[in-house]
């Protein structure tokens, strides 16, 4: 119940989007690094709210490339909207490094989108209501510059690249990060207290507020640069 409960607090402050039919993600050209953004919940095709911190972050990197993820971020159905997402993310990467060798990729996730990281990354163990999705990281691991996640439903408090003031697990708290643990020095994610999803409180000001703390900001950028030389 709150898991539904939050999912429809969400809903009613964006305009309903409907089930369109998604358009493919575009081929992108090799880069040294390439940032691909998964926007969150409700947000329109694009970059979203993370477009701030992947410009910042792409500035900082010479020659580097910003690729939206195309998904649907969709809240109602939520489950198989991630799955399209990792879908996509899956194909996107795997493709990309085919493609492109050299090329380092940065992920960053908001929200649903940061679910759809790690789903991609470390595999789908959300809980039942989630498909199992094989994990990524052993294939894509050396090819993983940085992973930024904000707001991120899958959220637990006690991973050591946890940044923020929650306490708190997320609504779908992450079982296993087995397969992805050789990566988590690469990680950085950002929950603070009460935030609606990641830290299962009460407060979607929380959740929406991140982008407006600069000290956040700061961090993530910080550490893609750092991370992408």
Known sequence: MHHQLSLSALACLAPLVLALPQPQQ???????????VARGSLEAQGAGLLGNI??????????????PLVYPAQLDPYPPSVSAGVGNMTQLLTSQAQACPNTKFVLMGYSQGAQVSLDTLCGTTDGPNFNATQAQAPMLGNKIAAVVLVGDPTSIATQPFQKGTAKKNGIFPRQDFGACQGLTSKFISFCDETDLFCASGQNLTVHLGYFQKQD????????VAMNSK
Not at 54 to 67: E, F, H, R, V, Y
Not at 216 to 223: H, L, M, P
């Open 26 to 36: 575009p081929p992108a050209p090799c880069a040294p690094v390439q940032i691909v």
């Open 54 to 67: 992947a410009n910042k972050s792409s500035m900082a990197i010479p020659g580097s490339i910003i690729t």
């Open 216 to 223: 956040y900001v700061d961090q993530a950028v910080n550490f």
